[in-house]
C-alpha cells in the first residue's frame, strides 16, 4: 500500500514538471517575467548570491575532468502564464524570483566583460533588457526602475539607497563583477562563458495551472 502511494506521489510530481523550457536561454529569449505583488522583495543577501555563483563555477570545473560536459541544478521556478506581448510570453513568477533575479545580475555582468561591444548589446537585448524593459519586472515601479539602473550599468550612491532590495541587487552587481574578475582568466571568451552557463544550469518548470489540476486529482483519487 506505502509502496502504491509513493509511485502516485512521484507520479505527482514527474507530471508538475514541465521540462522542456528548462533552459535558461529559451526563458529568457521567449519569455518575460513578472514577479506578483503578493511576493517579497528581492531578499537574497551576498551570502547565498555568492553560494550560486560557486555552486555553477564548481559544477564547471568539475565538468573540465568529464570532457567539458556539466549540469547544475537552480531548483523550481513556478510559473504562472499569462498571455503573449509582442510575441513574447507573459509569465508571473510564484516561485523562485530570488533565484531569477539573482542569475539575471549575474548574466548581465558576463555580457558586460565581452570585449566585442556590439556582441554584448546583441545579446543584452535578446536576453537581459531591451529599450529600458528588462526581461524581469519586480513588485512594484521603484524596484523595477532601481534593477533597470543596475543592469545598464548606472552609477549608484550606496549611501542615499534606504531599501533593502535595492542594497541587496546593487551588492550582486559588486559581488559579481568581482568574483567574474577574480575567478576566470583574462583571456576567457566571455560570449562562450554566457552560453555555456545558460546552456547547463537548469530549472525545473513547474505550470502552475498543470499544478493545481494535478493536485486536485490526486487529492480527489487518494481522499
Not at 555563483?53 to 521556478?77: P, Q, V
Not at 528588462?134 to 524596484?143: F, G, V
Not at 535595492?166 to 568574483?179: I, T, W
Request: hydrophobic share 40%; aromatic share 10%; glycine share 4%.
Amino acid at each position: 500500500m506505502l509502496a502504491k502511494f509513493y509511485l502516485k506521489i512521484r507520479e505527482l510530481i514527474m507530471a508538475l514538471a514541465k521540462s522542456p523550457k528548462n533552459d535558461i536561454t529559451s526563458l529568457l529569449k521567449e519569455g518575460i517575467f513578472y514577479v506578483p505583488n503578493y511576493q517579497r522583495r528581492y531578499s537574497w543577501t551576498r551570502k547565498e548570491q555568492k553560494a550560486i555563483f560557486d555552486d555553477i563555477k564548481d559544477a564547471m570545473e568539475n565538468g573540465e575532468d568529464r570532457g567539458g560536459r556539466w549540469e547544475h541544478f537552480l531548483g523550481t521556478l513556478a510559473l504562472d502564464e499569462d498571455g503573449v506581448s509582442k510575441d513574447k510570453t507573459k509569465y508571473n513568477i510564484i516561485d523562485g524570483q530570488q533565484r531569477f533575479t539573482t542569475l539575471l545580475i549575474m548574466l548581465n555582468e558576463i555580457i558586460n566583460k565581452i570585449r566585442d561591444k556590439n556582441i554584448g548589446e546583441d545579446l543584452k537585448k535578446t536576453y537581459i533588457i531591451e529599450n529600458h524593459i528588462p526581461k524581469l519586472s519586480p513588485i512594484d515601479d521603484e524596484d523595477k526602475s532601481f534593477l533597470i539602473k543596475i543592469l545598464l550599468g548606472e552609477k549608484i550612491d550606496a549611501s542615499s539607497i534606504k531599501k533593502g532590495s535595492h542594497k541587496n541587487m546593487l551588492d550582486a552587481r559588486r559581488l559579481f563583477r568581482s568574483e567574474i574578475k577574480s575567478s576566470f582568466e583574462f583571456d576567457i571568451d566571455f560570449e562562450e562563458l554566457f552560453y555555456n552557463i545558460c546552456k547547463n544550469t537548469k530549472f525545473l518548470i513547474i505550470d502552475l495551472i498543470q499544478a493545481l489540476y494535478c493536485t486536485f486529482r490526486f487529492i480527489i483519487i487518494h481522499p
